[in-house]
């Protein structure tokens, strides 16, 4: 549990204090990093801890901005780094202009399925999903049937984020949010019953079984319609003073959470609505960004940041300062990822001075090069290029007839391919 805040006293020092550290660069560290009195208690210098946190709470509260849901009001403030980051966000992941990120048209389509599947593990991962991400890919591309639950809830958040790329300019509903719900949790809840449906008691709680406490009570079963109507309002309205996009899906992200609708997938659901929300709103490179991969790795913060909003009056700026950092992160690993990537397609290039070889087949030779012991089918191929069947079984069939792939017939109709034992001659052959 969060250490509950001291009750902040007003006084006559109280604002020549907030001027003095808003002078002094104190306030602009405190703010941007956005800390909550646990960590505040031990800035305090030159004067007590009480009186450093009033100061800063009477700052918030003069900067703050208000939203409300049925009769719940939350506030949030847009700190410089918030805006900053905004700033940044607004020039690289959104507009029309199309990528200045380096991603080559050729090469949208495989980067989005990669991303959507980084996706979907991690946000999987995160809600207990055990399986290694060699696995997960594997089952995907090779369009293989899950084997377990952890299996199936991966290929239920691929399958939903592929389903909201389909869907992102549509209005947000509660029988849209249920639907993904459904998607989303398909074979994986203890009762069937509860996939795509709203919780119908109260006793639901969030609990640090480490610890052997609640540490959330949701809102009441019976708020649950209004709440989702009024979320729904939100996502889908502009509101009368501007709220930023980005800003706007953090509180949507948060609120699903908050609400707790549903007996399991909150978080899944919140994450996908997120996503949704992103894209809707023209961040098109939402689509190429795997946030939850960030947040997985970062878990104890998530929590936190949902925490010290509750405990510090609904301030969601908490959660909101999180939330931009994951996908700043997000962005840069993007970017590093293209960078790889990019190196790749260059190693595999020397590939495609084999007479008869494609850019599709350089690169399946280089992942036979790179990985003896890889085996392939026709599906991987398929899903990995989104290209047909026929054309996936070609490029495989062309580089057995060059020496570089042996068949291995699995059934009447199955066949896997591996590297040849005279890969490395016809390499040779063509002085490679």
Request: with cysteine; net charge positive.
């Amino acid at each position: 549990m969060i250490e509950q805040a001291p009750q902040i006293e007003k006084n006559d020092q109280t604002i020549p204090l907030m001027v003095k550290l808003q002078m002094n660069g104190n306030l602009q560290k405190i703010q941007d990093e956005y800390l909550y009195w646990d960590k505040i208690k031990y800035k305090a210098k030159d004067c007590s801890p009480l009186e450093l946190w009033s100061a800063v709470k009477q700052f918030r509260f003069l900067r703050s901005k208000k939203v409300s849901f049925h009769f719940h009001n939350f506030y949030y403030i847009i700190t410089d780094y918030i805006q900053k980051s905004l700033h940044q966000f607004d020039m690289h992941i959104g507009g029309t202009l199309g990528s200045n990120i380096g991603i080559a048209e050729t090469g949208k389509t495989k980067f989005i399925i990669s991303s959507i599947m980084e996706e979907a593990i991690s946000s999987s991962q995160m809600e207990g999903a055990i399986t290694t991400r060699k696995k997960a890919k594997e089952m995907i591309q090779q369009n293989k049937k899950p084997k377990n639950k952890s299996e199936q809830m991966i290929l239920n958040n691929f399958i939903t984020m592929k389903y909201i790329v389909q869907h992102k300019n549509e209005d947000l509903t509660a029988e849209n949010l249920l639907y993904i719900h459904k998607l989303i949790t398909n074979s994986t809840l203890e009762d069937t019953e509860d996939e795509g449906t709203f919780r119908d008691n109260d006793d639901v709680r969030v609990v640090n079984y480490a610890k052997s406490e609640i540490v959330y009570t949701p809102p009441l079963q019976s708020n649950i319609k209004r709440l989702i109507s009024d979320l729904c309002i939100f996502f889908n309205t502009e509101s009368e003073e501007f709220i930023h996009p980005i800003i706007k899906g953090c509180i949507i992200h948060f609120m699903i959470g908050w609400i707790h609708p549903f007996t399991d997938g909150n978080g899944r659901t919140a994450r996908a609505v997120f996503y949704w929300y992103m894209l809707k709103k023209g961040y098109w490179l939402t689509e190429y960004l795997s946030i939850s991969r960030i947040i997985k790795d970062t878990k104890s913060q998530y929590e936190k940041a949902y925490l010290y909003t509750e405990i510090d009056e609904n301030d969601l700026t908490y959660f909101i300062s999180y939330h931009i950092k994951t996908m700043e992160k997000a962005f840069y690993a993007l970017k590093d990822y293209i960078n790889r990537k990019q190196k790749e397609v260059f190693q595999a290039a020397k590939f495609m001075k084999i007479p008869g070889v494609n850019d599709r087949m350089a690169q399946i030779l280089k992942i036979v090069h790179d990985d003896s012991d890889r085996i392939l089918n026709a599906k991987e191929i398929e899903s990995r290029f989104n290209i047909s069947n026929y054309t996936a079984r070609t490029d495989l069939k062309s580089l057995v007839e060059l020496g570089f792939l042996e068949i291995i017939q699995v059934n009447k109709q199955k066949q896997n391919f591996v590297k040849s034992s005279t890969f490395e001659n016809s390499l040779k052959r063509y002085k490679l």
